[in-house]
């Protein structure tokens, strides 16, 4: 049901650049509606991560990094370690389903 | 140190009913609209419903309309999500989730979230 996709899993070895896609429509990141990314570390709640396509909440480090362009949006993560294992989630709203949506989800593993 | 922590989930029947609650520390809940998110085991985040800060205005996911019931007391700093005739497609960890505007509102983020409480229905 999801209307952001990403993929279902992307990996790297530790240092290494990764990043997450998450692709909508005119409904929703088209029709300009902010991007948030959110990481949900194995057994717990999901945890803001960016905010309005490229901000950091505070005491989010700067390995972290968002874009958005058109329908689409991009989650890097720079200088990977171990702890960066996790699934993440981009969202937005939709003004088609008039609610927040969610991306499908993304693993991201640590050779 | 901001808080929310969820209760009221366990093990219920197809067809009974449930309340979950959420209840808000370290911040004045009556200061911010509030969400119910929820997902099921293995699989991704659902958002269910939005309550405005003095309740009066009510949003619902169409996967959940008439039979969830959001609702707010702000005088006891606490969250509420009543669950009508449940199915087995309602099994989930349901998360509270402050909605927090960033630039502008015209997409909010959430910007904290409960633990979650866990709802299983079975037979």
């Known amino acids: 049901q999801s209307v952001l996709t990403q993929p279902p899993s992307v990996s790297g070895a530790p240092g290494q650049r990764v990043t997450i896609s998450c692709t909508g429509s005119s409904s929703n990141l088209g029709a300009d509606y902010d991007v948030h990314w959110y990481q949900q570390l194995p057994g717990t709640a999901p945890r803001l991560l960016i905010y309005d396509d490229t901000d950091r909440p505070s005491g989010v480090t700067d390995r972290f990094s968002g874009s958005k362009s058109g329908t689409s949006a991009s989650l890097a993560i720079t200088g990977l370690q171990a702890d960066d294992e996790a699934d993440y989630y981009c969202?937005?709203?939709?003004?088609?389903?008039?609610?927040?949506?969610f991306g499908t989800g993304t693993r991201v593993t640590v050779l | 140190e901001v808080q929310l922590v969820e209760s009221g989930g366990g093990l219920l029947q197809p067809g009974g009913s449930l309340r979950l609650s959420c209840v808000a520390s370290g911040f004045s809940l009556r200061s911010f609209e509030m969400n119910w998110v929820r997902q099921a085991p293995g699989k991704g985040l659902e958002w269910l419903s939005y309550?405005?800060?003095?309740?009066?205005?009510?949003y619902y996911a169409d996967s959940v309309k008439g039979r969830f019931t959001i609702s707010r007391d702000n005088g006891k700093n606490s969250l509420s999500l009543q669950i009508n005739s449940l199915g087995s497609e309602d099994t989930a960890v349901y998360y509270c989730?402050?909605?927090?505007?960033?630039?502008?509102?015209?997409?909010?983020?959430?910007?904290?979230w409960g633990p979650g409480t866990l709802v299983t229905v079975s037979p």
């Open positions: 989730a402050r909605r927090r505007c960033g630039h502008s509102c015209y997409s909010p983020h959430f910007d904290y």
């Open positions: 309550v405005s800060s003095d309740g009066r205005t009510i």
């Open positions: 969202q937005s709203y939709d003004n088609r389903l008039r609610g927040y949506v």
